[in-house]
Structure formats: structure tokens, C-alpha cells
């Protein structure tokens, strides 16, 4: 057995019901918000291998840890001011695999639970990852040999060679908005499944990705507000990155007891750690809740992602309440449509022929109309942009793509924009 410096603290509603059940394992729900923080610390000499020769094979001790017996949300693993003296990096971490046996009807159902394939360990100042700091990250990409997604159909289907065949992602990504087939291997997964990792070196020990000198990782959190969070399934929910990856949520585990056995319900709640400062396309599997909640949290102040969410239902009104405050999408004005506004001359026009150009989101551009980013003063009652392109809960439906586009900006964890 190894040993091991500092596990990853697990966050969950209640007690675990020890001794009835092992100590260790997470009985409840996992609450979102809480990290382990590790400052000014030393791990020594943890590092070599040992008990070669046994029948346990090779040992090696690790500095820190995340927990695996926990089958839902991860918290993040922040260090700083970290001395490792005779202590390998090679020995610095270790990530969990999920857990095969959880892809069961009464737990994870036919996929990977979401807590082992979600967790990220944060360097604040380079002295663990080495560099000006950086993330870890356990392999997303990773499958258990029981799960029925991360593979294609038998390989003997008959269209087992296509690149659309294949049962990983929600059926919107598979075929385009005329129906016809797109090639998920060239569209959608072109570098594969898993987390965002371009720049990331492979650690083999730690069974996870070193990304140095990268940028800021935070944790988004979605979470179905409707009736039958419990009962209607909404994963796999796909996240998409726009540099090629696609990372696949499932829910959290069931947790229930109903006379004597698990209740056969699941919350539908995701947590994903997603890079800054980039965009990312969603895709529900089935119909998409019709009212849930955003979060991105466990990083600091400024740092932003544009989310682009595939919807099904058209006719449906998106409402964004941002602290209990009506949000309206960048294009309206008091319900109505700005374009439609210019029409009847109750708006200013945009676009130097009379007319209204769409505004568009950006992250780095706090008003962009159309394809240009243009300079408003604030507070000065341009019409360009009354709201910035780039803030906080920012948003406008695409008619054209059928996506709804937010801004999210890092928040504390109990602040959460409504949709």
C-alpha cells in the first residue's frame, strides 16, 4: 500500500452513515464551493518505489492524492509555497481511474461517474508543477472497458467505418441542422475526448496531465432546475472546446435508499473544469432543461468563458436572471427587438445605412457589432452597445445556429445565473 501525504478533500451533504458503511466512501450528495488548499508545506522524501519484488508489484508513495471513492464533483486541490525535498515529481501526485463497478443501473448507470474524470490540481506559483505554475489534470479522455460510450458501435455494423457512427456524443452533434450526417471524428473530436489540453505533457505516475505555464482553469457548474431533475436524463452532456476536444458528463451517482435499495433517480448536475478565456459549444443528449443554473467558480476575479448551448426547442424564450435581476439578450430592448425597434424609429440605427447590425459576444471585446469591435463610452447612452459584448451573463440567442451564447465570469460558487 503506498503512502500517501494529503488527500483531496471531498465535499458532500451529510454524513456517510460510518460504520455502518466504509469511512471513507460518500454515501450523499456532493456540495460545489469547497477545495483543498495546501501553502507553505514541505513533502519529503517521497519518492523510489517500493515492495518491487512483492506480489503487489511496484509501490510508490505520493505526496498528494484526490479521493476515489468519491463518484461525483471533484473539488479542486490549490497549492503554493511548496517544498519537496527528496520527494520525485514523478512522486508529486496521483489521480484516481472511476471506478468500473459504478457503471451499474442502481449508480452511474452505462458511463464513467463524472468525480474521478473531473478533478484538477492548481499550482498558484510554479514551486509544485515547476515553470510560473499551472494545472494538473486527471485523463478525461479516459473509459472504463464497461462504459457503453468512449467506443464506436461493433465493429461489424455496417457502417461501423463512418465517422458519425459512433455512440459518444448526443445525437444534435451528429447530424447538421438539414439532417444530414457530419463527421464527429472531423467536426467535433478532431484531437478527442477529454479536457482542453494543447501544451499538457503526459505524466505516466501520476496518471494524469501536467499543463505549465497554462492558462486559468475554472469549474463550471450546471444544474436542471426542472421537476424531473430526478427522473428524466439529460447526459451525456457533451462540452465541446473549440481547439478539438470533447469532454462527456454523465450526473451525479444515485444516492437514494427506497425500501432498502437505491431509488433509481439521479440530480442532474455537471461540474467540468474548463480553460479561461476560451469558447465552448454544449450539447444536451434529449430535450435541454427548460430552467437551470450557471456557475463558474474556484478561480479568481476577471476570468471569463463564452458558452454556446444547443437548443432543440426554438420557441422557447430565454430568460437570464443575473442576481435576481432580468438580463436581456444584447439584441433586445424592453422585450422587443432592437432591429425591429429601428424599423419603427424608437432606435438608433447601427450599421451607417439606416439599419441594425447585430451585436455580437466576444470575450475580447466589450462591444462588437457584426465582425467589428468597436470603442463606446460607457454611461454616454450609445446605442452600439447599451450592454458590454464581454460581461458577466451577457446574451443573445442565434437564430441561425440554434445556440444561446453566455458570458460567464468567475463568481463565487453560491452566485448563480438562472437560464
Known amino acids: 500500500t503506498p503512502n500517501i501525504g494529503v488527500m483531496g478533500s471531498p465535499f458532500a451533504e451529510g454524513p456517510n452513515h460510518a460504520p455502518i458503511i466504509s469511512h471513507w466512501a460518500d454515501s450523499g450528495e456532493s456540495v460545489q464551493g469547497g477545495n483543498t488548499t495546501i501553502t507553505d508545506s514541505t513533502f519529503a522524501l517521497f519518492g523510489g518505489d517500493r515492495c518491487n519484488n512483492s506480489r503487489w508489484g511496484r509501490v510508490q508513495d505520493v505526496a498528494i492524492a484526490q479521493e476515489g471513492a468519491v463518484p461525483d464533483t471533484h473539488a479542486p486541490i490549490f497549492l503554493s509555497g511548496v517544498q519537496l525535498p527528496g520527494t520525485q515529481r514523478s512522486n508529486l501526485l496521483r489521480f484516481p481511474k472511476p471506478n468500473g463497478k459504478w457503471i451499474a443501473q442502481d449508480d452511474c448507470i452505462d458511463m464513467d461517474c463524472d468525480g474521478a474524470k473531473n478533478s484538477w490540481v492548481v499550482d498558484l506559483d510554479g514551486t509544485a508543477l515547476g515553470g510560473s505554475g499551472g494545472t494538473a489534470l486527471n485523463p478525461g479522455e479516459y473509459f472504463s472497458p464497461q462504459s457503453f460510450f468512449g467506443v464506436r458501435y461493433a465493429a461489424n455494423g455496417p457502417n461501423a467505418h463512418l465517422g458519425w457512427w459512433t455512440p459518444n456524443v448526443p445525437v444534435t452533434m451528429r447530424v447538421n441542422t438539414s439532417g444530414l450526417p457530419v463527421d464527429v471524428s472531423t467536426v467535433w473530436t478532431p484531437k478527442g475526448y477529454g479536457h482542453s489540453r494543447d501544451g499538457c505533457v503526459w505524466e505516466p505516475l501520476w496518471e494524469g496531465w501536467r499543463c505549465t505555464d497554462a492558462a486559468w482553469r475554472g469549474n463550471l457548474a450546471i444544474e436542471s432546475q426542472d421537476a424531473d431533475f430526478e427522473l428524466r436524463r439529460i447526459s451525456p452532456v457533451a462540452v465541446a472546446a473549440e481547439d478539438g476536444y470533447v469532454q462527456l458528463l454523465n450526473g451525479h451517482q444515485d444516492h437514494g435508499w427506497c425500501f432498502s435499495y437505491t431509488c433509481l433517480k439521479r440530480i442532474m448536475v455537471f461540474n467540468v473544469p474548463l480553460k479561461t478565456q476560451s469558447v465552448y459549444t454544449i450539447h444536451f443528449s434529449g ?79 466589450a462591444c462588437k457589432i457584426g465582425n467589428q469591435c468597436r470603442q463606446v463610452e460607457w454611461g454616454s447612452g450609445s446605442a452600439d452597445c447599451r450592454t458590454p459584448s464581454n460581461g458577466h451573463g451577457a446574451n443573445r440567442w442565434n437564430r441561425r445556429t440554434s445556440l444561446f451564447e453566455i458570458v460567464l465570469e468567475s463568481r463565487p460558487a453560491s452566485e448563480r445565473i438562472t437560464v
Open 287 to 365: 430535450t435541454e432543461p427548460l430552467k437551470y443554473t450557471l456557475g463558474f467558480f474556484d478561480l479568481p476575479p476577471g476570468h471569463k468563458v463564452l458558452l454556446k448551448i444547443y437548443y432543440i426547442t426554438k420557441s422557447v424564450r430565454r430568460q437570464v436572471m443575473v442576481n435576481g435581476q432580468l438580463w436581456e439578450d444584447v439584441n433586445f430592448h424592453q422585450g422587443k427587438r432592437k432591429k425591429q425597434l429601428v424599423r419603427d424609429g424608437q432606435w438608433a440605427a447601427n450599421d451607417g445605412n439606416g439599419g441594425y447590425t447585430d451585436q455580437q459576444l466576444a470575450l475580447d471585446c
